[in-house]
């Protein structure tokens, strides 16, 4: 895989239709690859491909269903040609108090963020090391390396995530295959939907969706595993405060405005997204 040149590639992306995945989709198309989306929402996934155009294909995906993940990659491989990528991008964010969280919204978000993440990776893990060959981009979050209150969950799943992408850069080392941690702050998308944060995070943590597309297309560009941060400047943040005492810590995340991310919710605002986190509506 060249370290300049993404034209060419064939890319899968799970959770494309929307959001993070929709916009590393558009990044990629205009770099000249091949893309293929997998998205619950499959009406969605279709009618961003055909929006999209470029010969993108779009195909449903539930990433807790391995069967349906190993199906979504040979209709990928089927109209695109050997992938050279697969991003793991799929993920819900529940927001709220441990304990009132229910045990289906527990489950949901482990079997999304942590076993679809881990699902997608050995899949398509066994196809490039088969090659000798590819790079597994994983979504993970800053708040996989500082958690934040009232979304336990949420930090749990991305703790996991980030653990695993420094296991398996060990583990491929090699190989000729890469795997990639994304640990974007907080991205303007429907899933950080009536969250509010002040000035002094909006500027430390707050980025939009191309950003954290023009990290994954820069990672994938530098043919090596890495662990990258959106903005840059939030690996200096979690480096600075992981050395300090647990009290300390938590204080200043507090007083820089961290706990009033989540703790300070428009519920209104929130409705549609928490809807499917639930699992009401896909």
Known sequence: MSSHSLAGLSVAISGGARGIGREIAVAFVDAGARVAIGDIAADAAQAT???????????????????????????????LGPLDVLVNNAGIMPIGPFLAESDNVTDRVLDIDVRGVLTGTKLAGQRFHERGAGHVVNIASIMGTLASPNAASYCAAKFAIVGFGQALRQEWRGTGVHITTICPGFVRTELISGMKANKAMEKLAMVDPDAVAAAVLAAIES?????????????????GSNTLPNDVRDTLFRLAGGNSVTETMDLEARAAYQSRVDGAVS
């Open 223 to 239: 043919g090596r595993s890495r662990q990258v941060f959106v903005p840059k400047s939030a690996a200096a943040i979690v480096k």
């Open 49 to 79: 491909a055909t929006e999209l155009g470029n010969g993108v294909v779009a195909y449903p995906l539930d990433v807790t269903d391995p069967d349906g993940f190993a199906h979504f990659l040979d209709q990928a491989e089927a109209a």
